[in-house]
C-alpha cells in the first residue's frame, strides 16, 4: 500500500490511550480505526514490522465481529500482499470468505456463551450449561438452546457452542425431533397408551414432527434407494428374461418412473414443511442473539436460510416434469389415480396454508383465478340440468376456439382470461418487500399452485366413487393399518408355506444365495480393512465388470422400437419382380449393381409358405451350465428350467416315445430350452420366385403355427441377394390369409403405438402447464 495514498499519522498520546481501551473493551469500530493507526504507522516506514503486525492483529479482531470497514482493508493488505505470513493468514482468509451476517451471529454466540459461563473456564458440564440457560428469557429460546446443548456434548466449549448455533441459524445445521420436542414432563412420564388417550393432541405433534424428521434425513435416501444401482447378475437374468420385451418395458419403465416421480414430488414437499419448522426455530435464536449484538438483521437471516433450504424446491421443479410426463404413459389400471388425487389436494391446501410467509390479497386473488381456470376440468362430465345448464357452460367451455393447426387450439373464455391473470399475480408476489417474496411468497405458492395443477391432471381419471372411497380410506387408516398388518403377515406365512412346496423356491432360493456375492463385495473394506480392500480391488473391479457385461449382452437382443416413422412401402412386387427378378443367372452383374440401391427398402407383399427353419439358436443358461459338473449342472437345470415330461405310450405319437425313452437313458431329465432364443428362415413362393426371408426370436409362436402351402401377407425390408431370383429380406410383420388358420395371428408393427404414445405424453405435459389458454390435441 503507497504511502501517498495514507496521510502522516498524527495521534495525541491520550487519545490513543482511549482508543486502545475502547478496543481492548471489544468495540469494533475502535479495533478498526486502531487497526488503520498502525497501518499508517507502518506505511510511513515507522517500526513498519512491529506496527504492521499489530495493525492486521486489530483488523482481524475488528472484522470478526462483523465490521467490513476492517475487512475491506484486510483485502487491500492481500491485493498489496502486506503482512500476510502463516500465523494470520489463515485468520485473514476466514475474514474474508465469510460473511458478515455469519460473523455477527458467531460474535453474539461467543457474547451470550461468556454470559453462561460465569465462571470463566475453557468448557463447561452440560448440567452448569442447563442450570445457566434458565435465567435467560423466552421458553422457546431455552429449550433450543438445550437441545444446542444436547447436540454439543457433556463437555461445553465456546467454540462448539458458537459454530452449532452458526449452522442452527443459517440453515446448515439441523437438530433432531427429539432435542427439541415441546412435552411436557407430565407427557414424558406417561405410558404408550396415556399419550394416545390424555394427550392425543400433543402425540399427533410430536408423531408428525417424526415423520417430518424421517422424511426430511431418510426420505430422498429411500427414495434413491429404490433406483436398481446393483448389477442383474446371470441366473437372476434367466429368471426373468422371458418376460422382458417391448411391450413389458414399454408397461412397466413408465409406471416405474412415476411411481419414483411422484415419491419425490412427496417427500421434497415434506421436506419443505421441515425447513420452514426449521426457519422459524432459526428466527427465535437470531432474536436472542440480537441483545449481544444489535446489527444482527433478523430479516437477513431468514433470507440466509431460506436460500440455505432450496433443495427441496430444486428436486420438486426438476421431478414435476418427469412426474408428469410419466403419468401419461402408464397404464392407468396399475395406478390409484383416486388415491393420489386425494393426496395431491392435501399438499395442495397444506402448502398453502403452511408454506406461504404470509396470505394477502393478492394470494387470495391468485387462488380464485386457479379455482377458476380449473373448472373446465372439474365440470366437463357434469350432468345437464337444464336451470344452471347456460351458467356450467359459460364457465367451463370456450366461447371462441382458434385453430392454430398441427392440433394445437387456442381458447377464449372465462377460465382463460383467469389463467392470463396467474402470472401478473405471481409477478406482484415476487416483488414484495423489494423481491424478497420471491423465496417467501412466491416459490412457496408456486409448489401449492402445481399440487392443484396434478389435482386436476388426475382428476379425470377418477370418479366420485374413488375419491369418496379413498378419502374415508385416509381417514380410517390409524385403524386399517393395524388389521392390514396382521393379514399380511399371515399372507405372508401361507404364501411362504405354499411357495416351500414347489419348484420356485428352489430358484428363489439359489438366487438368493448368489446375489449374496455383490452383498458381500460391498463389506469388503469393514471385513478385511482398508488395506485389504485397496489391494484386492483391482480383482473386485474385473468381478464386477465381468457380471455386469454377463447381464447387459442379453439385453442386447431385445427387439426395441424403431423412434423412427417409416414411410408406407411403394415397392410393389410386380415392379420389383420387373427390374430385379432375372430370366437367368448367365450374367446378372449390372441387375445386381442396380438393384442394390433397393437395399433397406421395405416392402408389403404375399405369397405362399414353402418351408420354414431355423437358422441359429442361441442360449446362455444351457452354454454357462455345460461349463459346471454335471452334479452342478444337472439340478440348476432342473431349477432354472423345464422337466421333461413322462414317457406315455398311449398319449405320445412313436416317435415322441421313442425320443422320450432316449433322454431318460442318456440321464436328462430337465433341460433349458426355455431360455433360448431363436433366428428363422421362412421360404416364401411368389409367381414361382423363392423369397428368403429371414425371421427373428419375437415372431417364434407364429413360425411353428406355419405349415407349406398358407398364403400370408407380409411386411419386410430387402437385405441382400437383391438381382438373383433368390433375393433375402427381414421380416417386419405377418399374418395369415386363410381364415381357418386359428392359432395365426398378425404381428404388428409397433412402432406406430410407441410414437403415438411418446407424442400423448407431449401433448399432456403441454396440457397440464397451457390449458385452458391454449391445448394439444393428438
Known amino acids: ?60 479482531k475488528s472484522s470478526k465481529q462483523g465490521n467490513e470497514e476492517a475487512t475491506n482493508c484486510l483485502k487491500k493488505c492481500v491485493e498489496n500482499e502486506t503482512g500476510i505470513d502463516e500465523t494470520n493468514g489463515p485468520d485473514i482468509k476466514w475474514c474474508l470468505n465469510t460473511s458478515t451476517l455469519e460473523k455477527q451471529i458467531r460474535h453474539a454466540s461467543a457474547r451470550l456463551f461468556q454470559k453462561l459461563n460465569s465462571t470463566h473456564k475453557k468448557a463447561i458440564s452440560r448440567d452448569e450449561y442447563f442450570e445457566a440457560i434458565k435465567s435467560l428469557p423466552g421458553q422457546r429460546q431455552q429449550k433450543l438452546l438445550m437441545a444446542a446443548g444436547r447436540k454439543i456434548g457433556q463437555e461445553i466449549t465456546e467454540n462448539d457452542f458458537v459454530k452449532t448455533l452458526s449452522k442452527k441459524i443459517q440453515g446448515t445445521l439441523t437438530l433432531t425431533s427429539d432435542e427439541v420436542e415441546d412435552t411436557t414432563e407430565a407427557y414424558k412420564s406417561a405410558t404408550t397408551l396415556q399419550k394416545f388417550v390424555k394427550f392425543p393432541r400433543q402425540t399427533a405433534g410430536v408423531m ?38 417391448p411391450k413389458f418395458l414399454f408397461f412397466f419403465i413408465p409406471l416405474f418412473i412415476f411411481y419414483l416421480s411422484f415419491a419425490s414430488l412427496t417427500i421434497s414437499s415434506m421436506q419443505m414443511f421441515y425447513k420452514r419448522k426449521k426457519q422459524s426455530d432459526a428466527a427465535n435464536l437470531a432474536g436472542l442473539l440480537k441483545e449481544y449484538d444489535m446489527s444482527i438483521d ?40 383416486s388415491e393420489l388425487c386425494v393426496i395431491a389436494l392435501f399438499f395442495a391446501v397444506f402448502c398453502f396454508i403452511g408454506l406461504g410467509d404470509s396470505h394477502d390479497k393478492i394470494t387470495f386473488l391468485t387462488l380464485g383465478a386457479n379455482l377458476l381456470a380449473s373448472l373446465p376440468v372439474f365440470l366437463q362430465n357434469f350432468p345437464e340440468i337444464p336451470v344452471i345448464k347456460w351458467f356450467i357452460m359459460l364457465i367451463s367451455r370456450p366461447l371462441y376456439q382458434i385453430d392454430f393447426g398441427f392440433g394445437f387450439f387456442g381458447n377464449i373464455s372465462l377460465p382463460s382470461v383467469a389463467f392470463l ?90 438366487t438368493a444365495a448368489l446375489l449374496m456375492i455383490p452383498i458381500a463385495l460391498t463389506q469388503t473394506k469393514a471385513m478385511f480393512g482398508k488395506s485389504a480392500d485397496k489391494k484386492y480391488a483391482t480383482i473386485k473391479k474385473v468381478v464386477m465388470v465381468s457380471f455386469s457385461l454377463l447381464a447387459i449382452v442379453p439385453l442386447l437382443f431385445v427387439r426395441m422400437p424403431s423412434l423412427k416413422t417409416e414411410a408406407s412401402p411403394v415397392l410393389t412386387w410386380d415392379d420389383f419382380k420387373a427390374l430385379c427378378i432375372p430370366e437367368s443367372e448367365d450374367n446378372i452383374a449390372g441387375l445386381q449393381l442396380r438393384c442394390d440401391h433397393f437395399m433397406g427398402t421395405r416392402i408389403s407383399w404375399t405369397g405362399e409358405v414353402v418351408s420354414t427353419k431355423i437358422t441359429k439358436i442361441e442360449n446362455t443358461a444351457d452354454g454357462f451350465f455345460n461349463t459346471l459338473p454335471n452334479f452342478l449342472a444337472d439340478p440348476l437345470r432342473c431349477i432354472y428350467g423345464v422337466e421333461f415330461p413322462p414317457c406315455d405310450q398311449n398319449t405320445s405319437s412313436s416317435d415322441e416315445f421313442k425320443f422320450c425313452n432316449l433322454m431318460n437313458r442318456l440321464g436328462h ?102 390449458f385452458p389458454v391454449m391445448e394439444w390435441v393428438i
Open 298 to 337: 433478523i430479516e437477513k437471516t431468514e433470507s440466509q436460510y431460506s436460500w440455505n433450504s432450496l433443495t427441496p424446491y430444486l428436486v420438486f421443479f426438476s421431478n414435476l416434469p418427469v412426474a408428469i410426463a410419466s403419468f401419461s404413459l402408464a397404464n392407468k389400471d396399475y395406478v390409484p389415480v
Open 208 to 245: 408428525m414432527d417424526h415423520v417430518l424428521e424421517y422424511s426430511s434425513k431418510e426420505g430422498m435416501n429411500w427414495v434413491v434407494s429404490l433406483i436398481p444401482t446393483n448389477q442383474i447378475y446371470l441366473l437372476a437374468l434367466l429368471f426373468v428374461y422371458s418376460y422382458i420385451t
Open 421 to 510: 391473470l396467474i402470472p401478473i399475480f405471481f409477478i406482484r408476489m415476487a416483488m414484495a418487500k423489494s423481491w424478497q417474496g420471491t423465496y417467501r411468497i412466491l416459490i412457496p405458492h408456486l409448489v401449492c399452485y402445481f399440487w392443484w395443477n396434478i389435482t386436476t391432471s388426475f382428476f379425470p381419471y377418477t370418479s366420485f366413487t374413488g375419491l369418496l372411497r379413498a378419502t374415508i380410506g385416509y381417514i380410517l387408516m390409524p385403524i386399517l393399518l393395524p388389521m392390514g398388518l396382521v393379514v399380511f403377515l399371515v399372507m405372508a406365512v401361507f404364501a411362504i408355506y405354499k411357495l416351500c412346496q414347489t419348484a420356485l423356491f428352489g430358484k428363489l432360493l439359489v
Open 1 to 60: 500500500m503507497a504511502a501517498s495514498e495514507l496521510e502522516k499519522p498524527v495521534l495525541e498520546e491520550d487519545n490513543l490511550y482511549l482508543l486502545e481501551q475502547e478496543a481492548e473493551n471489544g468495540s469494533q469500530e475502535h479495533q478498526a480505526k486502531l487497526g488503520q493507526y498502525y497501518l499508517k504507522l507502518a506505511d510511513s516506514n515507522i517500526e513498519r514490522d512491529q506496527n504492521l503486525k499489530k495493525a492486521l492483529n486489530w483488523l482481524i
Open 669 to 770: 431329465t430337465c433341460h433349458v430350452k426355455n431360455h433360448a432364443t431363436y433366428n428363422f428362415q421362412i421360404v416364401v413362393k411368389t409367381d414361382g420366385v423363392s423369397l428368403n426371408i429371414d425371421v427373428g426370436p419375437e415372431f417364434k409362436d407364429t413360425v411353428f403355427a406355419l405349415s407349406p402351402n398358407i398364403h400370408i401377407a407380409f411386411n419386410a425390408t430387402l437385405t441382400g441377394n437383391l438381382g438373383t431370383k433368390t433375393p433375402s429380406l427381414k421380416l417386419g410383420s405377418l399374418k395369415s390369409l386363410d381364415k381357418e388358420l386359428i392359432l395365426m395371428m398378425a404381428v404388428e408393427q409397433e412402432d406406430g403405438f410407441y410414437i403415438r404414445s411418446l407424442y400423448q405424453s407431449f401433448s399432456f405435459t403441454f396440457n397440464f402447464i397451457w
